[in-house]
């Protein structure tokens, strides 16, 4: 890959955020690629703001994504992809898990969507938790359905075949066919 691509992933603690971050990287040098990436942990053992950063490309030298840089940000709580909104530049799309945490009374999730809604770029919102939770009874892997649904949608330049490989270097081999269905299940919609 000639340019370098830059995913901010954003989520909760508990969520699976370092899990995806490292299928990421795991994926990228499948393919090749030159990879740095960041982790970021705020009180996530409790429930608080976890962030990733990951680049990949043919020579990375930075592991941070800067303001206005991401291509991508995948966040798997609805209201930390908004609070990502203000970090995105022109070309950056939006992968939002429709989840929602509350965090406050004076916080609703129809008033964090209708936000989300008015992002200028391409936004993709999906209940990627309650499908997983439907299909799977496992929302857990709502990470690894949002990989695959990035995938399918050409939103991310990484491979099915490297991010099934991924999955079957990272994940413990007890999780890889759940791991790999809702893999799968990303590329169904």
């Known amino acids: 890959m000639e340019k370098t691509f830059n995913i901010i992933l954003t989520g909760v603690g508990g969520q699976g ?3 995806l971050l ?3 990287n795991e994926a990228a040098l499948i393919e090749g690629n030159q990879v740095r990436s960041s982790e970021l942990h705020g009180l996530s053992q409790r429930g608080g703001s ?3 950063h ?3 490309g043919k020579e990375v030298f930075s592991p941070m994504v800067a303001n206005g840089q991401a291509d991508l940000i995948i966040a798997t709580e609805a209201t930390e992809g908004l609070r ?3 970090r995105a530049g022109k070309q950056t799309k939006l992968l939002v898990n429709d989840y929602f945490l509350a965090f406050s ?3 609703s999730k129809d008033g964090v969507i209708a936000k989300l809604k008015n992002f200028k770029n391409e936004l993709f919102l999906v209940p990627a938790s309650q499908v997983c939770k439907d299909k799977l009874q496992n929302e857990i892997v709502c990470t690894v359905y949002l990989l695959g649904y990035a995938s399918n949608k050409g939103i991310l330049p990484l491979k099915k075949q490297s991010l ?3 999955i079957k270097n990272i994940v413990p081999e007890k999780y890889q066919e759940l791991n790999i269905n809702a ?3 990303g590329y169904v919609d």
Do not use: C, K, P, Y
């Open 17 to 19: 955020i370092i899990t």
């Open 105 to 107: 009374d004076q916080i």
């Open 164 to 166: 099934w490989q991924a």
């Open 84 to 86: 990502e909104v203000a």
């Open 22 to 24: 490292s299928l990421i």
């Open 183 to 185: 893999l799968n299940l």
């Open 50 to 52: 976890v962030e990733a």
């Open 54 to 56: 990951v680049r990949f």
